[in-house]
């Protein structure tokens, strides 16, 4: 079976991009699963941790990264940029004194924010912060749920057939990236 490593930049109890992660999880093929991690115990990045006394909670986030054939990130935009929780895990994830484990790891990238104009300046950011990294990011389609209090239910189902099925599109383009590298 696949993995997929699913991380949402919020922490928030009722994030809609954990909600889309979660969406996401039901639309991908058999055989396929999405693992979602919980950003809340990673502390923030520090090189001498890195070095000296690695967390448990930073081992663990590692090693999903290491399983995973790729990564799918839900995030909100914050302040027109990437939320600090997801920065810091990327900081964990792509630091070279531990080894860069997003050098060439399929990522897509999505998010659904409450404002009209979704999350496509802080996917803009997340992109760059990812080639830096040296991942291999998806380019197309891009998912920027804009509204995202009009199109999740109180239970955060996804009630937007347009954006199930782009999110689909979005997981079949993830997965044809996966299948070279495996």
């Known amino acids: 079976m696949k993995q997929i490593l699913g991380i949402s930049g919020s922490l928030r109890k009722g994030s809609y991009n954990t909600s889309l992660l979660r969406t996401a999880s039901e639309l991908v093929p058999d055989g396929i699963s999405i693992q979602i991690f919980d950003l809340s115990p990673l502390p923030l990045y520090n090189d001498d941790l890195a070095k000296n006394n690695l967390p448990s909670a930073v081992n663990d986030f590692r090693n ?37 484990l997003l ?5 897509a990238i999505m998010g659904a924010s409450r404002s ?15 080639i830096a990294a040296d991942a291999k990011v998806v380019q197309r ?30 997981l079949s383009a993830l997965i044809e990236m996966i299948k ?3």
């Open 64 to 100: 999903s990264i290491k399983r995973s054939g790729g990564i799918l990130i839900a995030s909100p935009e914050y302040n027109y940029s990437i939320t600090g929780v997801l920065k810091n895990a990327l900081d964990w994830a792509s630091t070279d004194t531990l080894e860069n």
């Open 141 to 170: 389609p891009e998912i920027y749920i804009r509204r995202a209090q009009t199109v999740f239910d109180e239970q955060g189902n996804l009630s937007n057939d347009y954006a199930r099925e782009k999110t689909q599109s979005l």
């Open 180 to 182: 070279p590298t495996e």
């Open 116 to 130: 009209v104009f979704g999350t496509a300046r802080g996917q803009l950011h997340l992109r760059q912060v990812l």
């Open 103 to 107: 050098t060439g790891k399929p990522i």
